[in-house]
């Protein structure tokens, strides 16, 4: 869905309680590192994933910094790492709980990409919705932002009423 409100700079969108610094920048300390969300994406959707097949989903990316991003992001504690008792070579990746909190921001990139970049994202170019592709799946999607969400649209509702 465009937006299809005032535009942003009719009213400014200030917060309640002053940040002391911004969490946008904070939180891009870690997952703005190039390739970081490709490798949150990797693990988030597709599930427990090996070294070489998040390297095989990513073309263009180095082993040595998926290494390095593996290990920004478990050290940051968005994903753990699991080795198989029966063969400690065998390792895969999966989401904490921290990391799990961060699907919401993968789902925002999503839908901004269905919806402005169809043309390089689907092959007929055009715009798709998240409940389109990723029919119910809201409340995986939307996580922690979810209760807020459905917040907002009652609170929109009953002003339209």
């Keep these: 869905m465009a937006w299809r409100g005032k535009s942003a700079s ?3 969108i200030i917060p309640e309680i002053p940040f002391e610094s911004c969490p946008i920048r904070a939180s891009l300390g870690v997952l703005g590192r190039k390739w970081a969300c490709l490798v949150l994406r990797d693990v988030a959707f597709f599930g427990e994933m090996t070294f070489t097949r998040i390297l095989r ?3 263009g990316m180095t082993p040595r910094i998926l290494s390095i ?3 920004d992001l478990k050290e940051e504690g968005v994903i753990e790492r699991i080795e198989d008792p029966s063969n400690p070579r065998n390792v895969t990746y999966r989401l904490t709980r921290k990391g799990e909190d961060a699907i919401p921001i993968l789902t925002s990139l999503i839908q901004y990409g269905m919806l402005y970049h169809a043309n390089r994202v689907f092959g007929d170019g055009k715009s798709r919705q998240l ?4 029919p119910g799946k809201q409340r995986t999607m939307l996580g922690s932002l979810g209760p807020y969400a ?3 649209y009652q609170t ?3 002003e339209t009423s």
Excluded: C, D, I
Aim: a positive charge.
């Design 10 to 12: 009719a009213k400014p």
């Design 57 to 59: 989903n990513n073309p």
């Design 69 to 71: 991003r593996l290990r």
């Design 131 to 134: 409940g389109e592709v990723f």
């Design 150 to 152: 459905k917040e907002g």
């Design 156 to 158: 929109l509702e009953s």
